[in-house]
């Protein structure tokens, strides 16, 4: 599965969008990229993944790249209960995740 | 649904005890995983199982064992536990389809394991 990196941490202001950057340049034709988030040392909690495309859901949106080679999660009106680490998996046709050290998110008031 | 349950919750150990994590999930999936969390690092994998009756190795696997007792419940056994093993100890589930399912895996509230 290809590497990600991932900046170390970031802020944002509540109710401001968190865009959460993500690079994955040897990324292969047939890899997802998968976002999980970690608040406070609970259980990771998955959050969106895609191939190609833009997606969105209820939580938040994951832009990707006409190449691939990088990505970006946005959390559009971010709240304090969205301080966690957010990590950035590509995946393949494997159930295994490889975690990297992921984003720590501080939003503040 | 209770999703996926570990026990215990905290745990110390004399370098050399042995001890068994326990594991369960109530959701029907068929793979289940094994992760230790060290301070400040991500996951790693440890162990994990595809189906009932199979395991295989992780990036970390030396120093321990794993069980897939039955569907519901897959435990992870430290034989002698060394300072080392000092961690925190995740385990999760996820159901099997086409890399483009969403086969999320859903993680226990993990083991806090201190090694003295």
């Known amino acids: 599965d290809a590497k990600t990196t991932q900046p170390t941490s970031m802020d944002c202001a509540e109710g401001r969008a968190a865009n959460l950057p993500c690079n994955h340049s040897?990324?292969?034709?047939?890899?997802?990229v998968y976002w999980y988030r970690q608040i406070h040392s609970q259980g990771p909690q998955y959050i969106i993944h895609?191939?190609?495309n833009n997606e969105t859901n209820e939580m938040a949106s994951l832009i990707i790249t006409e190449d691939r080679k990088s990505s970006t999660l946005i959390l559009p009106h971010a709240t304090l209960r969205d301080t966690a680490v957010y990590y950035c998996?590509?995946?393949?046709?494997?159930?295994?995740?490889?975690f990297g050290t992921g984003t720590r998110l501080q939003v503040f008031p | 649904n209770a999703g996926v349950t570990q026990t215990p919750k905290f745990q110390v150990l004399k370098t050399g005890q042995s001890m068994t994590l326990q594991c369960a999930q109530d959701?029907?999936?068929?793979?289940m995983y094994w992760y230790r969390q060290d301070p400040g690092m991500g996951l790693r994998l440890i162990y994990y199982?595809?189906?009932?009756?199979?395991?295989d190795k992780g990036e970390v696997p030396n120093g321990y064992n794993v069980s897939r007792l039955n569907k519901r419940e897959f435990s992870l056994r430290l034989e002698s536990a060394a300072p080392s093993q000092t961690s925190v100890y995740f385990c999760?589930?996820?159901?099997?389809?086409?890399?483009?399912?969403?086969?999320?895996?859903?993680f226990g509230p993990g083991t806090r394991l201190t090694v003295t």
């Open positions: 895609g191939l190609k």
């Open positions: 998996i590509v995946r393949g046709n494997t159930d295994k995740l490889i």
């Open positions: 999760a589930s996820s159901d099997q389809g086409s890399p483009g399912r969403r086969r999320e895996q859903y």
């Open positions: 199982s595809a189906s009932e009756g199979t395991t």
């Open positions: 040897t990324i292969s034709g047939n890899e997802y």
């Open positions: 959701m029907n999936h068929n793979s």
